[in-house]
């Protein structure tokens, strides 16, 4: 059974970055399309970005377009999510996703098997 572990999430300034992890255990990660989403107090999920199994397709919200970069190493096992000029508006928890298809609605993914607990992104002065 796939798992997935967030970290790298934290408190950073308005402009700065954090770089958050994506883990995978229990399945090869190189089989699933994974997705970055996100929730903020009070909000509904949104989806942030995704990239395909092999890599060779990203996509991402409008509002990250630009300041955020998906990327994956299969043979780590791993996805990360580069997060640059962060704004008060990214603030919330980040979860990973991953699924076998590649499923997308509004150009983003979605219908996700397998989810990560989680990890908050604060970003304040």
């Known amino acids: 059974q796939l798992q997935l572990v967030e970290s790298g999430g934290g408190l950073v300034q308005p402009g700065g970055s954090l770089r958050l992890s994506c883990a995978a255990s229990?399945?090869?990660?190189?089989?699933?399309?994974i997705g970055w989403f996100r929730q903020a107090p009070g909000k509904e999920r949104e989806g942030v970005s995704c990239?395909?199994?092999?890599?060779?397709?990203?996509n991402y919200a409008d509002s990250v377009k630009g300041r955020f970069t998906i990327s994956r190493d299969n043979a780590k096992n791993t996805v990360w999510l580069q997060m640059n000029s962060l704004k008060p508006e990214d603030t919330a928890v980040y979860y990973c996703?991953?699924?076998?298809?590649?499923?997308?609605?509004?150009?983003?993914?979605?219908?996700?098997?397998?989810w990560g607990k989680g990890t908050l992104v604060t970003v304040s002065s």
């Open positions: 996703a991953a699924d076998f298809k590649w499923r997308l609605v509004h150009g983003l993914c979605a219908d996700m098997d397998h």
């Open positions: 229990g399945a090869t990660l190189s089989n699933y399309a």
């Open positions: 990239i395909t199994s092999s890599g060779r397709i990203t």
